[in-house]
């Protein structure tokens, strides 16, 4: 669900999903069919084959006229995993760990074809989320990305 109020903008996502993951043999791999295998900038980390998946973003937008700079871009991000069964992102299979959860916060700068973002991302059992332990605590690290639009 998408909805815009003025510079405001909100979206809610809930979904189900279920992979039939053909992963190699665990023996030599150590990853299980009970997991899939997904990344982003750079890093891969390993997912619940099933489960329920909700997401809850904010964002507010503002054009501004700082030099180079056109458009500032605030977010707040949030997502939960809820696993169908017990799962685990340390032995890439079932096992005893709650349910992971992580909340992206930052701002995003645009110049032209160019931009670039700052956020911190704070995450419980964050799934080796660009390399945070998954160890049932809070973690956080600042992350920085830069970008061109062609």
């Known amino acids: 669900m998408d909805g815009s109020y003025g510079n405001w903008m909100t979206q809610l996502q809930a979904t189900t999903y279920e992979f039939n993951a053909e992963n190699p043999a665990e023996s030599v791999s150590g990853i299980s ?3 899939i295998q997904i990344g982003a900038f750079g890093f891969n980390y390993l997912i619940p084959a099933e489960g329920e998946m909700y997401s809850a ?3 507010y937008s ?4 700082w030099g180079p700079v056109e458009n500032v871009y605030f977010f707040n991000d949030f997502s939960y995993i809820d696993p169908d069964g017990a799962f685990s992102a340390i032995n890439s299979s079932y096992g ?4 992971p959860m992580l909340n992206d916060i930052g701002i995003k700068l645009t110049a032209g074809r160019y931009y670039a973002w700052f956020d911190v991302v704070i995450n419980k059992n964050g799934l080796n989320y660009v390399g945070s332990p998954v160890d049932d605590g809070w973690h956080t690290s600042v992350q ?3 970008g061109l639009t062609c």
């Open 33 to 35: 069919d009970n997991v």
């Open 57 to 59: 973003s904010l964002a």
């Open 62 to 65: 503002m054009d501004v006229d």
């Open 96 to 99: 005893n760990m709650d349910d």
């Open 144 to 146: 920085s990305r830069f």
